[in-house]
């Protein structure tokens, strides 16, 4: 009984806290802003009219209740008139019913839903795969669940939450027994990610590589290769259906910023990988965009996962590869790392996992315990300080965020890298940062002990 009411409380605090989100506005001119109106016109289009033509919507401005100012149409008009959004439509499917039955607003309750889900996901993989304690494992989960990135993709109308779901779902299933629940659910998930966004390909790679090798040491080559076939048949569909709809096998091929130039240089045209390797410290320290600075618990993550390194309980190398290939996605392949879009957009989808590892390490000790809770509870300040300076029009969840009044990310912002401005303090700063991840990571791998913990 405690558990389950613990589910339900981790599920309402994730939940109400992403809803009390929901009336910020985006920018100054409208509530909802860059990719969030292309998502709700292919579910307002999708619901009243079945098809990923969305340009009658735009022709009737049904963006108005929503987007006051003009649209960024973003799409390009294609020979017979139509236009279809560049974003993979699953998460427009998944909002049609929804936007159709209850307008943009019940697209957020929807999207602060799944992330109650994902905070009850978390819960129960903690309790049930970790032999977590109940009451300090429901805690810390309320405290990253209410806390930004989660919080506010959990009505910021982006993929993001969604795919954390499909994550933290197929990490429930491959941490248990080889079942066929666990294939149907892995494979499902897999399927999914793309159809959500291109970009979450090299992590459902990483699900169907694990998926792969258990079903072929487990159940045999037979299973493994049936496996191997459905996945096949599903890229297949995949590549088929785009080039059907977009003209090419990413969305991106429909996309105006792009009709020139190519839809691969979605990731850059003059790639500058070493550049980019600054984000590895970025994503996590960096003072506007990195996670760290609006929930201070993320910056457990580098202590957690040398611990897992040092020990290998079970399923250690899921949960590395899962956060190692998304926060690698994110540094080397993203665009940019500071977009027209609230912090951590690009990590979200792996930072349940991430926040079960934190979980995990905190496991050991009371002492850990209580310094993930008052970190965890720092950035749960600084959300409702967000939140209450949004409703108040003193910022926005794109715009302007930055300059909230919140005393736990103004403290934090100063001591932190700006990537935004690069100065000698910049390098200083990030060589700072990256040296104490890197010891960060060094002290978990040292202090862990791996007779307690396999």
Same mark, same amino acid.
């Given at each position: ?31 909802? !802003? ?40 973003? =799409? ?24 159709? %039955? ?10 602060? =839903? &799944? ?59 491959? !941490? ?8 149907? !659910?892995?494979?499902?998930? &897999? ?31 037979? =299973? ?75 910056? %457990? ?80 300040? !600084? ?32 001591? =932190? ?38």
């Amino acid at each position: 009984m405690r558990f389950r009411m613990a589910m339900v409380g981790v599920f309402l605090v994730a939940g109400v806290a992403s809803a009390a989100g929901i009336d910020v506005r985006a920018t100054r001119g409208a509530k909802v !802003t860059a990719d969030e109106p292309q998502y709700l016109l292919t579910a307002i289009s999708l619901w009243e009219d079945q098809s990923l033509d969305i340009s009658d919507e735009i022709a009737e401005e049904r963006f108005r209740p929503f987007h006051e100012i003009s649209l960024n149409r973003q =799409t390009q008009p294609q020979p017979d008139g139509s236009e279809i959004s560049p974003h993979d439509p699953l998460l427009g499917l998944l909002l049609a019913a929804p936007v159709g %039955l209850g307008g943009w607003e019940a697209a957020k309750w929807f999207l602060a =839903t &799944i992330n109650g889900l994902v905070a009850v996901m978390m819960l129960w993989i903690a309790v049930r795969r970790m032999d977590s304690p109940v009451l300090p494992a429901a805690l810390v989960v309320s405290l990253f669940g209410a806390a930004a990135p989660l919080v506010i993709y959990g009505h910021q109308v982006y993929p993001e939450i969604v795919a954390a779901a499909c994550v933290t779902l197929a990490f429930a299933a491959l !941490t248990g027994p080889m079942t066929r629940w666990t294939i149907v !659910t892995s494979v499902a998930a &897999i399927v999914a990610l793309p159809w959500l966004s291109i970009k979450y390909t090299p992590v459902a790679c990483v699900i169907a590589a694990v998926l792969l090798s258990r079903a072929n040491r487990v159940k045999g080559a037979r =299973t493994a290769w049936a496996i191997l076939g459905c996945l096949v048949v599903a890229g297949a569909a995949f590549v088929a259906a785009h080039l059907a709809w977009y003209g090419g096998l990413t969305p991106y091929a429909v996309g105006d910023h792009f009709a020139s130039t190519g839809e691969f240089t979605v990731v850059g045209t003059n790639v500058d990988l070493i550049g980019r390797s600054r984000r590895l410290v970025g994503l996590m320290f960096d003072n506007t965009f990195g996670i760290a600075v609006w929930q201070p618990a993320y910056a %457990l993550v580098p202590v957690a996962l040398g611990a897992l390194w040092k020990v290998r309980p079970d399923h250690w190398n899921l949960s590395l590869a899962l956060v190692a290939t998304g926060w690698l996605n994110a540094t080397f392949v993203a665009l940019t790392m500071q977009g027209w879009w609230s912090p951590g957009r690009q990590v979200v989808l792996v930072l349940p996992v991430a926040v079960l590892a934190v979980i995990w390490w905190m496991n050991e000790s009371r002492a850990r315990f209580l310094v993930t809770a008052l970190l965890g509870s720092l950035g749960v300040i !600084t959300y409702a300080w967000l939140v209450r300076d949004g409703l108040s029009g003193r910022i926005t969840w794109v715009v302007d965020f930055f300059e909230t009044r919140a005393f736990t990310y103004r403290v934090l912002s100063q001591v =932190t890298p700006d990537y935004l401005n690069v100065t000698t303090s910049t390098w200083v700063l990030h060589g700072l940062w990256g040296s104490l991840a890197v010891g960060a990571l060094g002290w978990g791998y040292r202090k862990a002990r791996p007779s307690s913990r396999r």
